[in-house]
């Protein structure tokens, strides 16, 4: 599937850096790597469903920042019970395992009923990175290019909000 994606990657036109590390499940674990490497804007990725499992939401947000997830499902007109999608589903929907969560899963068919929750801060810089499909390695985009991107694969809702 990595494959894959680098195909679309070039049928896009997005330029890439791809750099290769330890496994890095989660923002904490990769520490400074990603600034010491000039890799530009650090995001977490974070797969949600609503309180019956009928919705499922890819949060995109700066690392810094936290979610307050009752208020996210007040924005999303959501149950304020909505929380964390399980293994299973992050598999089913995704086809990714825990600690490889990136919206480049969304070039999966599986994806379409997924609904993209973007930061908007996130467009205020120029470079972005996420795994590509696994988590020992990084790719650098230019947000232009991930909006271009995002505006291709987000198969279903794109939401922009503000997180603090």
Known sequence: MEKRLYKILNELHIGYQK???DKFPNCEISG???EDNDMGLDCKNIFMRDRRG??????IILSKKTIDIPKLAIELGENKKMGFAS????????????????????????????NVVLDKDILAHKYIHFHPLRNTATL???TNDFRKFLDKYSQNKLIYLDFE
């Open 19 to 21: 750099i290769e590390h």
């Open 32 to 34: 400074s790597f990603y």
């Open 54 to 59: 009928k919705r499922h939401y890819l949060i």
């Open 87 to 114: 293994e299973d589903r992050l598999y089913k929907f995704l086809g990714l395992k825990p600690g490889s969560v990136t919206p480049f899963a969304l070039i999966n068919k599986s994806s379409k009923d997924v």
């Open 140 to 142: 650098k985009i230019t």
